[in-house]
């Protein structure tokens, strides 16, 4: 090769080592971006060529950032959404315990002068700040649930844009190849849309020898399939309606999906295991105070020598009873189901699940495990089915094979529950007629402070501290996790950035080496055209 070609190979590949390295400084910025190295080699006859330009990057470095993500994300959305529920809680403005305090203090109170309009007064406004204050958590506990489902909700439509984009992606690499390789942005784009969907759920890839990837879930869901993306689906639950569910859409098919990994987990979970464990909590306790607060006044005489009437709502309303239940939208029957609190110190703070089956038998489970079972008739009856306190039976309609509800007894009561005593005058403080001065049933109702009316021999206050102490516990492992999964993750993310990542000073020498190249060639080319000139004048 002469000199001349020889110093044209060695300015050209210069100038793509210059172009390289300028384009690496001003994308060293962009989120995503892989720094890129020309590879030389020489000619057979002498002089240089650009074999390829590189990324600069690392399949196990990558797929080990894609995995400590999804970590990261799951105890991300965990922790923030634990750590919102712990500050509502624990500060005094939403505590139930200030408004506990101050009903009983009332109650103590008043047991000095038992007929004083001013303490009885004070009853009452202690009894609507006591409702108002088991209305107000009860409020924030649903707002933070919305806000998590709305959350959801966002999400999976990232999740379903970063489907798309992958397979469009996909769609392009192939279309793009040329003799030298996949165009190198595209592998970024795509990498970048990976990194982010695998933030939101748990995902692996499948790379194919095309230069396209396959993605699945974890149990092998196929996501996207070259230029094929499928889409995942956010429902409401049945028969919860308020609990959100996953599935994937195919074009042949719509199928749940029981675990999904990553920041929609988190939520997912948080909301299963810590918002509604706390409702029902919340709710067990102010289904508890109520009804014995109701109780024992209507065990007693009131000033107009009247028997006691309820203090807060009826726990076993019409409405209340029914408000416990709901059908699954699959139902054929026309049954209505009424769950009714049969004795309130065996109430626990567990949901259940009712299925019946097609020769006629009832189901009642919870968390996973059978509590009863029988004949269907049995919850026709006057007597239903009894069982932790609640007694379920059909209000109305007719039950079929294959209808199932879902039952909360006291998630919802917190939310409703009021102070409906309209006058002082009716609280029963007395213990007998003809004797309005008398404070015996009124020591009675003070007594109710100390007294283990919630099953698990615990008082309201131990219901209380008990709820605040699981939301803190819970809390307090999520941030750990948190701040294992970070460290995980910024040591992943710091690995690959040490290959794919720019760095200033190496580039600045390469502009420095490569501009000397581009010249010394240049010099070559000029000395070959002098000695050529200097032979043609010979």
Do not use: C
């Not at 390289?20 to 190295?37: E, L």
């Not at 948080?270 to 009804?291: N, Y």
């Amino acid at each position: 090769m002469s000199m001349i070609n020889t110093g044209m190979s060695g300015m050209f590949a210069a100038q793509t080592a210059l172009n390289v390295a300028s384009s690496n400084i001003s994308a060293s910025t962009i989120p995503g971006y892989t720094r890129q190295q020309v590879n030389l080699a020489t000619n057979m006859h002498g002089g240089v060529y650009v074999s390829d330009v590189r990324r600069m990057t690392d399949s196990f470095l990558t797929d080990q950032v894609r995995d400590t993500s999804t970590a990261y994300g799951y105890s991300t959305a965990y922790y923030s959404h634990a750590n919102q529920l712990e500050t509502l809680v624990t500060s005094d403005g939403s505590s139930l315990s200030p408004a506990l305090t101050g009903m009983f203090g009332a109650l103590n109170s008043a047991t000095s002068d038992p007929a004083s309009d001013a303490a009885r007064q004070t009853v009452l406004a202690q009894a609507s700040d006591l409702a108002s204050r088991f209305n107000t958590l009860h409020g924030s506990l649903q707002k933070q649930s919305d806000l998590a489902n709305d959350q959801l909700g966002v999400m999976v439509d990232d999740v379903n844009s970063l489907l798309s984009d992958i397979a469009e992606i996909n769609d392009s690499i192939m279309a793009s190849q040329t003799g030298s390789g996949v165009p190198n942005g595209l592998l970024d784009q795509r990498d970048q849309a990976m990194q982010k969907l695998s933030e939101l759920m748990d995902v692996t890839v499948d790379a194919r020898p095309d230069g396209t990837v396959d993605i699945f879930l974890p149990q092998g869901d196929p996501l996207v399939m070259r230029g094929k993306a499928n889409q995942v689906s956010l429902n409401p639950g049945d028969p919860d309606s308020d609990r959100m569910t996953l599935s994937l859409v195919t074009d042949t098919a719509e199928k749940p999906l029981k675990t999904i990994g990553g920041s929609i987990q988190g939520v997912l979970d948080f909301q299963s295991d810590v918002i509604d464990p706390a409702m029902r909590e919340l709710g067990r306790m102010a289904v508890v105070i109520s009804d014995a607060m109701n109780t024992q006044l209507g065990a007693g005489v009131d000033l107009n020598n009247k028997p006691g009437s309820d203090l807060f709502s009826n726990i076993n309303s019409i409405e209340a009873m029914r408000e416990r239940v709901e059908a699954s939208r699959e139902n054929t029957g026309s049954g209505v189901l009424e769950v009714e609190i049969s004795d309130s110190s065996k109430l626990s703070a567990d949901d259940y699940s009712l299925e019946i089956t097609a020769d006629g038998q009832y189901i009642l489970t919870s968390a996973g495990k059978v509590v009863s079972k029988g004949d269907q008739r049995l919850l026709t009856t006057d007597k239903g089915v009894t069982v932790d306190g609640i007694t379920i039976k059909v209000g109305e309609g007719e039950l079929k094979p294959g209808d199932s509800f879902g039952i909360e007894p006291t998630a919802g009561f917190s939310g409703s529950m009021d102070m409906v005593m309209e006058s002082p005058d009716d609280l029963a403080f007395s213990g007998a007629y003809d004797t309005p001065g008398d404070n015996s049933n009124l020591l009675e109702l003070a007594k109710l402070e100390k007294a283990h009316l919630i099953e698990g021999n615990k008082t309201l206050g131990d219901s209380w501290n008990l709820l605040v102490t699981d939301v803190g516990n819970t809390t307090a492992q999520a941030e750990g996790s948190y701040n294992a999964t970070k460290v995980l993750h910024e040591e992943a993310s710091s690995a690959l950035s040490s290959v794919a990542g720019v760095n200033m000073d190496e580039e600045a020498g390469n502009l420095l080496i490569y501009q000397q190249a581009y010249q010394a060639n240049a010099k070559v080319i000029a000395t070959a055209q002098q000695l050529l000139d200097t032979v043609l004048n010979l």
